[in-house]
């Protein structure tokens, strides 16, 4: 076991490469998920804004009619 942890005298190099590579994807999937939420209330205050303009639109065609 000691022998597959110290790959062969370039441990160092491997598990930095591992621990870097962690990091990298770790930061990746929290900025993705960061910008989904952002995504998704934009989109949602844009349609709740298209459903207020679209209830006054027919407020307004009924009180004409």
Known sequence: MIEFLN???YA???WSSYAVAFFLVTL???RSV???KTLQSI???SV???QEV???RTFKEKSLA
């Open 7 to 9: 790959m062969g005298g």
């Open 12 to 14: 160092v190099f491997v």
């Open 28 to 30: 990746l999937y929290v």
């Open 34 to 36: 960061k910008a989904l």
């Open 43 to 45: 989109t949602e205050a």
């Open 48 to 50: 709740s804004e298209a």
């Open 54 to 56: 679209s209830a006054k």
